[in-house]
C-alpha cells in the first residue's frame, strides 16, 4: 500500500482535493488503519460523501489527517448529508480529478496553488444542491475525527460565501465563488436550512456538542447543466483567501475551472520535464514519471501563510517526516526544484527560531515535532549539502546559530554529556548532524566550533557493539539493529574495520540481503503477532518501505563491491514497483520512496549530508537530469532493455553492471561523484556489461578518517 491518492494536486501546493470516503489514511479508498500484514477493508467498493480538500500523500501511522471542507453534489435532501455513493468512471491527470457518483452526478476537481475549483455537471432535477460541510476533518476510523475549536461561516450575498475553521490550533479561512444562476444560498446547522441567516458563530466547539455546519447552493437544474464553485484557502484570513482565489482564477471571460486547471498542468509539465529518460518499456517508463510526479507533490510551500509568525516568506508543512525525505527527496529537490528546496530550508529555520527545534515533522498543526522517537537533528544533512553547493538565498550564520542550539534538544542532551543515548539509532543521528554542523562551522571560519563539533561527531563509534560488528541492543523505531546497523555514517572505513574489514562486512550484508536464503513468505491479512516476530527474527531486509533500508544497498560501494549494489538495486527496481494498485512495496512517505526511485533508475544515490553521490547501473539506456540551469547527461553503453515484473516475469532478467566511466570524456575510476559535479552539469558515460567488473574495487568512496 504506496497510501497515495488520485486527487488533485499542484507542484508543492498549499491546497489538494480528492473524494473523500474517510478511509485510511488520506481518506481516499477502502482499508482501515493497518501498519502489518494485508491492509483490511473498510468498505466493500469505492465511494464518497463528497469531495474534501488538503491530503497527506504516503504517509502512515497517524490517525488525523485533514480532509477539510466537504464539498457534496447531491439530488437528495440535506437529511442524505454523510452517506457515500460509489464512485464510477475515475480520471485521474496532474492537477485534475472526475468522477461520477452513484447519482449521476459527474464531478471535476482541479487545484492551483492555494485554491481548489469544482465543475458539477448534474442529471435534470428541480432541487440540485451543492453542500460545503466546514465541520468536516480527520477520518473515519476510531479516533481519527478532527472536530473544530472555533468556527465561523458568512453568507454574504449572491454566489459569495466565505468561513473558518480552526483545527487542531490552525485557522483556516475559504472564500467561496459560486455560478449557480439562479439558485438560492443558505446556512444550514445540523442538516437543517436557516432560512433568512447570514452568519453563523461558534465560539467553543467539543466532540460532544459537535452538529455538522456549513452552507448550501440549490435550485432546479437542466440536464447536462453544470455548476462552478470556486474556493479560495488561506491561514491568514478571509481577505488573504479572496486575494488568492482573485491571483489563480483570473477575471477573464474563461471558466476559472479551465484557467486554474490549464495553469496547473503547465507547472507540472515544467516540473516533471526536469528529468528526462530515453528507452526503458512501457510500464517501466510509466512507473518511473508517478514516481517523479510523486516527489513533488510534497511538502506544502505556502508563501506568506505562515498562521503562527507574522513575517512574510515561505511557509513549509506536510515535512511529513524529515526521517521520510533527508536520504532522497529533498537532494531531488535539491537539482529540479532548487528554489522551492530553498524556501523549505528557510522555512525549516524559522520553524527552529519560533518554535524552538527543527522538527522531525511538521503537519499543519500547532506543535512542530510529534515524531520526535523516529530520529533526531536529521535538518542538518539538508542544510550542510545546501551550504556546501553555495545555495544563495540563506543567512548561513544565523543558521549556524540553530543549527548548534538545536544538537542540545530532546535526546541531544544526554548525548551532550554521555556520547552516546539510547534508542541506540539517536546517537548515529546526532553524532552525524556534529559532524554536518562541523562542516559549515569550518567554511564559516569557525575553527573552534568546528573542532569541538568534529570530536563530538566521531562518537558515532559509541552505538557499535565491536563483538559482533552492529550496533549495540536497544530499542529500535520501525526495525531492528541489523536494518540499521548499515547506515551510511561520515566515517565508513571506520565502520567497516569495526565489523573485521571487507570480506566480513560484505558478509554480513550479505546475509541482511538474503544472498543464499530461502524466500520469505509475506504475511497476509492481519497477521499473528508469532509470526511477525518470527519474521522480525531473520533479520532480513524488510524492503524499501522501511526508511533504515533505503540507503543499505550502497553500503558495499564503500568495502569495494559496486556489483553487489546492483544486484539489489536492480532486482527492488524489478519486482518491487509495478504500475496497479499495489504498485509501491510501502508507505511512499510524501515521496520520500518514489525519489528513491528516481535516483536508482538514474543510476545515483545521493549521500544526505556528505555532497556525495554514489554511482551505479541506470536502468534507462540514457537520461538528463535538469539541475538548476545545468544539464547532467547520464549515458551508457551496452545497455540492455529489461523488463519488471508486472510485465509478467517469472524470473530475475540479467543484471547489469558498469565495466567502466567516464566523466565528461575523462577516465572515472571512482564509484562517487560530488554532488557540486552533478550540480554544475555535465556527461557521466558508464559501460555495462553483464558480468560483475573489477571497477571500482580499489577506489572507495570518501571517510572522515
Keep these: 500500500m504506496g497510501n497515495t491518492h488520485p486527487g488533485a494536486t499542484s507542484p508543492f501546493g498549499m491546497v489538494s482535493a480528492c473524494p473523500y470516503s474517510g478511509a485510511y489514511p488520506t481518506g481516499y479508498g477502502r482499508y482501515a488503519k493497518n501498519t502489518e500484514g494485508v491492509p483490511e477493508e473498510m468498505f466493500d467498493r469505492l465511494q464518497a ?145 436557516i432560512d433568512g441567516g447570514t452568519r453563523l458563530d461558534f465560539d467553543s466547539i467539543r466532540h460532544t456538542t459537535l452538529r455538522p455546519f456549513g452552507m448550501l447552493f440549490m435550485g432546479s437544474i437542466r440536464a447536462g447543466q453544470t455548476v462552478e464553485i470556486r474556493m479560495g484557502f488561506s491561514l491568514r484570513g478571509h481577505e488573504q483567501a479572496k486575494r488568492n482565489l482573485e491571483r489563480e482564477c483570473g477575471r477573464d471571460s474563461e471558466p476559472a475551472f479551465n484557467v486554474v486547471r490549464t495553469r496547473t498542468r503547465a507547472r507540472w509539465r515544467e516540473h516533471v520535464g526536469k528529468v528526462q529518460v530515453e528507452g526503458g518499456t512501457t510500464a517501466r517508463r510509466t512507473v518511473f514519471g508517478t514516481a517523479l510526479y510523486h516527489s513533488l507533490i510534497k511538502p506544502c510551500v505556502a508563501d506568506d501563510e505562515s498562521p503562527f509568525w507574522p513575517n512574510s516568506g515561505p511557509y513549509a508543512f506536510d515535512v511529513c517526516t524529515m526521517w521520510d525525505i533527508y536520504k532522497t527527496q529533498l537532494p531531488l529537490l535539491a537539482a529540479i526544484a532548487p528554489e522551492r528546496h530553498t524556501d523549505i530550508l528557510e522555512s525549516l529555520i524559522r520553524v527552529c527560531e519560533e518554535e524552538g527545534n527543527f522538527p522531525i515533522g511538521y503537519r499543519m498543526a500547532r506543535g512542530a515535532d510529534r515524531f520526535f522517537r523516529q530520529a533526531s537533528a536529521l535538518a542538518h544533512t539538508a542544510l550542510a549539502d545546501a551550504h556546501a553547493l553555495g545555495r544563495a538565498g540563506i543567512d548561513w550564520s ?81 526495525g531492528g539493529k541489523w536494518n540499521y546497523s548499515f547506515r551510511l555514517v561520515h566515517d565508513m572505513a571506520a565502520r567497516i574495520a569495526l565489523a573485521g574489514g571487507d570480506d566480513a562486512f560484505i558478509g554480513m550484508l550479505d546475509r541482511f540481503f538474503g544472498y543464499g536464503a530461502d524466500p520469505v513468505k509475506q504475511p497476509g491479512q492481519c497477521p ?178
Excluded at 531 to 536: C, L, S, V
Excluded at 548 to 558: F, I, T
Excluded at 615 to 622: D, H, L, Q, V
Design 398 to 478: 544565523w543558521a549556524l546559530v540553530h543549527m548548534v542550539d538545536d544538537l542540545r534538544r530532546m535526546y541531544g542532551e544526554d548525548f551532550f554529556e554521555h556520547g552516546v543515548v539510547h534508542p541506540i539509532t539517536h546517537t548515529l543521528d546526532l553524532a552525524y548532524a556534529h559532524h554536518c554542523t562541523a562542516r559549515v562551522a569550518r567554511s564559516l571560519n569557525d575553527g573552534r566550533l568546528a573542532d569541538d563539533l568534529e570530536r563530538r561527531g566521531r562518537q558515532w563509534v559509541n552505538a557499535f557493539d565491536p563483538a559482533t560488528g552492529l550496533l549495540r541492543d536497544s530499542e529500535f523505531y520501525e
Design 528 to 705: 499473528q503477532p508469532a509470526e511477525m516476530a518470527a519474521g522480525y527474527a531473520l533479520h532480513r531486509f524488510e524492503g524499501l518501505n522501511n526508511e533504515p533500508d533505503m540507503e543499505a544497498p550502497w553500503s558495499y560501494h564503500w568495502a569495494g563491491r559496486p556489483d553487489k549494489t546492483a544486484e539489489v538495486v536492480q532486482a527492488a527496481l524489478t519486482w518491487q514497483f509495478g504500475t496497479g494498485p499495489g504498485g509501491l512495496p510501502g508507505n511512499d512517505d510524501s515521496g520520500g520512496l518514489s525519489s528513491w526511485y528516481v535516483w536508482a533508475s538514474l543510476g545515483l544515490f545521493p549521500v544526505a549530508g556528505q555532497n556525495l553521490f554514489l554511482i551505479n547501473a541506470p536502468a534507462f539506456g540514457r537520461s538528463v537530469l535538469q539541475a538548476g540551469d545545468s544539464e547532467f547527461v547520464i549515458e551508457t553503453s551496452g545497455h540492455r532493455e529489461t523488463p519488471i515484473g508486472v510485465d509478467g516475469l517469472d524470473r530475475d532478467p540479467p543484471v547489469q553492471y558498469v565495466q567502466s566511466a567516464t566523466l565528461n570524456g575523462e577516465a572515472l575510476h571512482t564509484t562517487h561523484l560530488s554532488a557540486a559535479d552533478v550540480h554544475r552539469g555535465g556527461r557521466l558515460h558508464l559501460k555495462l556489461g553483464p558480468e560483475p567488473s573489477t571497477w571500482g574495487h580499489q577506489l572507495r568512496p570518501p571517510s572522515l578518517s
Design 49 to 193: 460523501s463528497g469531495f474534501t480538500h488538503f491530503q497527506q500523500s504516503g504517509t502512515g501511522a497517524i490517525r488525523k489527517y485533514y480532509n477539510y471542507v466537504r464539498v457534496t453534489p447531491m439530488v437528495q435532501p440535506l437529511d442524505a448529508l454523510g452517506e457515500s455513493w460509489e464512485l464510477h468512471d475515475e480520471v485521474a491527470e496532474a492537477g485534475y480529478y472526475a468522477a461520477t457518483l452513484d447519482t449521476g452526478v459527474r464531478s471535476e476537481i482541479t487545484v492551483g496553488a492555494k485554491v481548489a475549483v469544482h465543475r458539477y455537471t448534474f442529471p435534470e432535477h428541480r432541487s440540485a444542491r451543492v453542500v460545503i460541510d466546514l465541520s468536516c476533518g480527520g477520518l473515519g476510523i476510531d479516533l481519527g475525527r478532527t472536530v473544530p475549536l472555533r468556527a465561523q461561516a458568512e453568507s454574504m450575498g449572491y454566489g459569495q460565501a466565505q468561513g473558518t475553521v480552526v483545527m487542531e490550533g490552525v485557522p483556516l479561512s475559504v472564500y467561496i465563488e459560486a455560478d449557480t444562476p439562479g439558485w438560492r444560498q443558505m446556512l444550514w446547522y445540523d442538516r437543517r436550512l
